[in-house]
C-alpha cells in the first residue's frame, strides 16, 4: 500500500501580507492539499480549494453575507459555504412560524477550513487537524482529484 503525503505539521508560510491582499485570492497546495487562502473585509480565511458537494473550483466564488455569515458562493451548482467555518447553507423556512419567513440555515461543516496567522507581515496557514471526515476531503484524495479532472 502507498503511504499518504503527509503534510509537516505546524504553520506554513504562504506569503507576504500585502502581497496576499492585493492578489485577494491564492491558491497554495500543502502536503498534496490544495487550499484557497483569500482576503475578504480585512480577513484572512483558508479552505479547501474544491467544492464538498462536486468538486466545483472556489477559487472564483462570489462572497456575500447569508444569515449573518459571509459565504462563499460555488460557482458550479451555487451551494453557499460560510468562509470562516465551512458549514454549507440552506434557505428554509420553519413551517411553525406563521407567516413563514424564509431564513438560511447551516447543514453543519461540510467544508474544510484551515487556521490563519499573522507574523511580522507574514502569512502562514495551519492545517486542520481535526481527525474527523469532512466532505471536502474526498476532492483532496486521489480518487477525488481523478474525478474531479474527468467532470
Ligand atoms: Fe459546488 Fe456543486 S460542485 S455546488
Not at 112 to 138: F, K, P
Request: hydrophobic share 30%; proline share 4%; net charge neutral.
Amino acid at each position: 500500500m502507498e503511504e499518504e503525503e503527509q503534510p509537516r505539521r505546524g504553520p506554513h508560510f504562504v506569503g507576504k501580507k500585502e502581497e496576499l491582499i492585493e492578489a485577494k485570492r491564492t491558491l497554495i497546495t500543502v502536503g498534496g492539499r490544495d487550499i484557497l487562502v483569500l482576503h475578504h473585509q480585512g480577513v484572512f480565511y483558508a479552505l479547501d480549494c474544491y467544492c464538498y458537494h462536486s468538486g466545483g473550483n472556489l477559487q472564483n466564488g462570489d462572497i456575500e453575507e447569508l444569515g449573518s455569515r459571509l459565504c462563499i458562493t460555488c460557482p458550479k451548482h451555487k451551494y453557499k459555504i460560510s468562509l470562516a467555518e465551512g458549514e454549507g447553507m440552506f434557505k428554509g423556512t420553519d413551517p411553525t412560524v406563521k407567516p413563514p419567513v424564509a431564513k438560511w440555515y447551516t447543514k453543519g461543516v461540510k467544508q474544510r477550513v484551515h487556521a490563519v496567522t499573522e507574523t511580522n507581515g507574514d502569512v502562514y496557514i495551519t492545517l486542520s487537524d481535526d481527525r474527523c471526515y469532512i466532505e471536502s476531503d474526498y476532492y483532496q484524495g486521489e480518487v477525488g482529484k481523478e474525478r474531479r479532472a474527468k467532470a
